[in-house]
């Protein structure tokens, strides 16, 4: 079992950048693959960043490579999503996600349903 609890969103303006944490309950976090996710108001949920088990596989979501960066510690069962310039259609919840594999390939990283444990979601608000 993994219990994950997000932090770090917020209201920013457009170019402003948000860091994410995603805090992991449980002693095997290293078994995992780890994503973060997000859904827009009547849109459905978007993969928008995983790593594998140890952060050596990492994948992005065209709209965000180049602007997200996704990392992980291990050592202290978290990761971390660096947002910088934002834009206004990032507004979103975002959510952290645990998958029961230590690797995913490019395509099966950004399906939901290879994701067992969820997060609560953070609010991301980017004003223009």
């Known amino acids: 079992q993994v219990q994950l609890v997000e932090s770090g969103g917020g209201l920013v303006q457009a170019g402003g950048s948000l860091r994410l944490s995603c805090a992991a309950s449980?002693?095997?976090?290293?078994?995992?693959?780890m994503g973060w996710f997000r859904q827009a108001p009547g849109k459905e949920r978007e993969f928008v960043a995983g790593?594998?088990?140890?952060?050596?596989?990492?994948y992005y979501a065209d709209s965000v490579k180049g602007r997200f960066t996704i990392s992980r510690d291990n050592a202290k069962n978290t990761v971390v999503l660096q947002m910088d310039s934002l834009k206004p259609e990032d507004t979103a919840v975002y959510y952290c996600?645990?998958?029961?594999?230590?690797?995913?390939?490019?395509?099966?990283?950004?399906?939901?349903?290879?994701?067992?444990?969820w997060g609560q979601g953070t609010q991301v608000t980017v004003s223009s």
């Open positions: 449980g002693r095997t976090f290293s078994s995992y693959t």
């Open positions: 996600a645990a998958a029961s594999h230590r690797w995913l390939s490019n395509v099966n990283v950004a399906a939901t349903y290879n994701y067992g444990y």
């Open positions: 790593n594998t088990w140890n952060g050596g596989n990492t």
